[in-house]
């Protein structure tokens, strides 16, 4: 069964990683999508393959409010309509060429996806705040068993040298996790960098686990 | 100031990129290194025993390691590059330019690996390349938390230009840079700067400039 059952969000990206006028892959339950946000601000969701050639779009560029493919310059408004096709100057698209795009909120410093039509809103997190994202080769029961905690609501608590980080998980396959890692809304740079410090002995912690575990 | 030179070699690229970006201009000598293994033959290896390239030769000067070149671009036409205001600048330079070597050897050799069939064992050379990504994305969270957005300061230095085009083409050796968004952020930094220049694998940032404009028919 899928994590995220139709119509519920999913947390694929910080903000701050996606500034405006660029695209990055993200992965989601339903396969990999271009994540991009226009010149103007606006952050869309695209599925990563171009319908002229395949190309991933997460490869392309932005230009004004429109995503461009890198292979051949096709470019896609935010709704996933084609608007040009550079080979053809003079060609109006049909409505028929498009991209499918997927509903995203961009909330409380985190890019949400919703696979399916949205139901609700995303969750809010008040008074944290996100730091970094990071991929850990290992699955959630790893990750708990390196915190010794038990993660609830997506939402996984880790203590260590006297703050705690609040770890918003998301299962991308069965050993491999998205970790965004949240602190507390304020805190300073040398906390900062040294919850980003414990977040990676937290990862080598879990994928050691699973290695031993693998092993035995 | 003549650049014993391979399109393809990360390695020759790092001192072709320093030099566009401080402005120096590079008397290009192109060695036929794969498949003619010019850098093995007589010539070269005269002026180089180790039979690496780039070579960068001025005067009776010949330099043999990229990291040098980097000093010596930078110290002659931009010293601001080196990047040693501080103590702290100075080290983190150091660091990284030590630590670059660890991307040749790892990401670089995969690369060998994979498009020159050079023996290896690639998946220790992957396990090496990821720990090391993870380090440079490590250090790169590190200093957005400090308001910096290059590896040393908050101005590029030698460092970013020497850990830059091992990290940009770790996809050719068979590693994804998909899951670092500081080192996409970075990369993005680089390519941004005045008097960048591409190199096979490695593009501009096509948005930089605006849409080329085509009539009907020119196509």
Known sequence: MLPYPSGSWMPVALSADLPAGTVMPAQTPVGPIALWRSRSGRAAAFADRCPHRGMRLSRGFVRGEALSCIYHGWSYAQAGNCLRIPAHPGLTPPETIGVATQPVEDSGGIIWISVGEPTARPPRFDGLAPLRSMIVEAGIAALEAAAGTKADGGLLDYAQNAQTLRLLLTPQGKARTLMHVLVDEGTGPAKRIAASRAAETLRRTAEDILRSDVAQ | ?219
């Open chain 2, 1 to 219: 100031m003549k650049l014993y030179d391979y399109v393809l070699s990360p390695s020759c690229y790092k001192a072709r990129l320093m030099a566009a970006l401080t402005g120096v201009k590079l008397d290009i000598r192109p060695v036929d290194f794969h498949p003619g293994a010019e850098h093995r033959g007589p010539e070269l290896m005269a002026l180089n025993p180790a039979g690496s390239i780039p070579i960068l030769e001025d005067g009776d000067l010949v330099l043999t390691e990229s990291s040098a070149m980097l000093v010596y671009l930078a110290a002659k036409a931009a010293p601001q590059w080196l990047g040693n205001d501080t103590a702290l600048q100075a080290a983190r330079v150091q660091q990284w330019l030590s630590f670059s070597h660890r991307l040749t050897g790892s990401l670089g050799a995969a690369r060998l690996h994979e498009m020159l069939l050079r023996p290896g064992d690639i998946a220790t050379l992957h396990g090496q390349g990821i720990a090391a990504l993870r380090e440079l994305e490590a250090g790169l969270v590190e200093q957005h938390i400090r308001g910096q957005r290059f590896l040393a300061s908050d101005r590029p230095t030698i460092a970013d230009v020497a850990c830059f085009p091992y990290v940009a083409l770790a996809p050719d050796g068979g590693v994804s840079l998909d899951p670092y968004p500081a080192i996409r952020l970075w990369s993005r930094a680089i390519r941004s700067l005045e008097g960048f220049i591409e190199m096979p694998g490695i593009h501009r940032l096509h948005e930089l400039k605006p849409e080329p404009v085509l009539e009907a028919g020119e196509a």
